[in-house]
Structure formats: C-alpha cells, structure tokens
C-alpha cells in the first residue's frame, strides 16, 4: 500500500485546535509556532494548492483579554469571549498569511450553516469564490451565537463538513497527538500507531477515547466521526501532531501520523451534504420496495414514504 503524499492534494484543508494555537498557562497566543505553521501553508500554495484553514482559539483568546476565570464559562460569557476573541484570531490569521502575500478571508459558521440546504450551498459559493480570487478561508464556528442545542461543539466536525463543502481531496486534522493508536496511549503504554486505516469501522471507532486537555473540546472520537465524513465524501483524511514547529512539513520529511483513506465509491455531492448531517432530526418510515432501494443506493422516493415521524 502506498502511503499518500501532501503534495499530491490539490485542495487541502488544514483544522487547528485551541490547544495548539493559545498557550494554556498565559492564555496567550503562540505566535512563533502559528508563523511556522504559515510557511507550511504558503509552501503548498505556491506550488498551486488550495488551502483552507479551520481554526479554534476564538474563546481562548478572548476570555484571557477578558479577564475570564479558567474553567468552564457561562453561555453568555462563551459568547463575549468569542466576540473578542475572534477579532484577535482573525489579525493573527491576517498577518502570519499576509507576511507570503496571501489574502485571508475569515468565514463563521453555525451549524445550520451546514446542515440546511439553502445556507450550505450559499457557504459552500462563498468558499468557492475566495479560492477562486486566491485567498485562504479561515473558518470558525461562530460561537458568539451558537449555543449547545445550535452548535458543533467541536472543530473535527466542523473541518469535515467544510472539506465536503469545499470538494476538497484532503482533510489535516493537526492534535495533540500523533494518529491514531491501538489504545489510548496515556493509558496503555503498549498501544501502537495506526499508520493507515483503510476504512473506519466499528472497531476502530471503539479505540476512540476522549478530549486531552481544558481547551479541547474534540477528543480522538470526534476525530473518527470527522474520518467517517470526510472519508465518505471521497478525500483522505490525516491526522498528526500539531505540537511542533511547520508540522506539515515534520509530516512530509517522515514523522509519525494516521491516514485514512477514501472511500472507494465516494457519494454524490447531495447525498455528501446528507450523509454529513450531523444533528438529524425526525425518522422517514418506508416500505419494503424503498428499504431495498435505499439499501442498493437507490434514490427514495414519496411514494415508498409510509409515514413522517
């Protein structure tokens, strides 16, 4: 099996946590590592890549301009963290892309925005168009009005969702950790690294564990839901550390990372947008003929309905 290559992806989109992005203890930016992180970025821009970036770090930048104690926030204190915060993240964005003469543009998304047809087609315009004049897009869950019901509630999902809507072929998911191991590795020091899963499973669903750190909201799990998302939409997935300086590039000279590989039979980009959901809501009950349908990746239609719950 091969192993695939960043440089062989034309369109890649790059998710970024909290964690990597904001130093814990200040509760500032680290702004040495995100200026590395651009150079890896730029590289594969001038090589003729398209790059999107999703970024957290909104509320952790702005709770410390703030003066917000640590710990868990009130909604409404989430909200004006994020109010801030975004404003520093976005002039951050700016300048570290600005310094290689690229144009960032800045995108906030809530979860309707992905999950209602209207809005995704219109995000999904809006991404398109900032590719095409050469900018990269810096998405971001909007958390100044997001609220539990409302909301991803992490960034893995999010980057998958946008990778769909963004027809890209390759989704870098940069973590605390390396890929993903037979076992959570702070718990079993006999766990290895999974180089390539070719598809995900229940299994390997099963080895997931749960967030790292106060700032991560994500966790291995939500990792391996955003590798089912990105997977059945066609494009590979990788997931590698985000703690060390140019980490796509430790990457490309031969460090340690997890890649999933795409499905076989990628869906078409509506059934893409519907497999992706993830907040569904309701149930569809259908009668034999449309179960068997659906089950050979038929179309459902009205008349195989039998009732709407």
Known sequence: MTTPTLASFNRIVVKIG?????????????????????????RH???????IVVSSGAIA??????GLPKGPLRLEDSQAAASVGQIALARAWSEVLGAH???AGQLLLTLGDTEERGRYLNARATLARLLALHAVPVVNENDTVATSEIRYGDNDRLAARVASMAGADCLVLLSDIDGLYTAPPNQDPTATLIPVVERVTSQVEAIAGDAGSELSRGGMRTKIAAARIATGAGMHM???SGKVESPLKAV???GRCTWFLPSENPAQARKRWIAGVVAPRGALFVDAA???AVNRGRSLLP????RVL
């Open 18 to 42: 909290s964690a990597l992005l904001v130093d814990q203890t200040a509760g500032a930016l680290k702004r040495r590592w995100l200026e590395s992180l651009a150079d890896d970025l730029a």
């Open 45 to 51: 821009a001038r090589r003729g890549a398209e790059v």
């Open 61 to 66: 930048l702005g709770r410390t301009v703030l």
């Open 101 to 103: 003469a690229i144009t």
């Open 238 to 240: 990788m997931i590698a």
């Open 252 to 254: 490309e000279q031969g």
């Open 290 to 292: 449309a179960a068997s």
């Open 303 to 306: 008349a195989g309905v039998t």
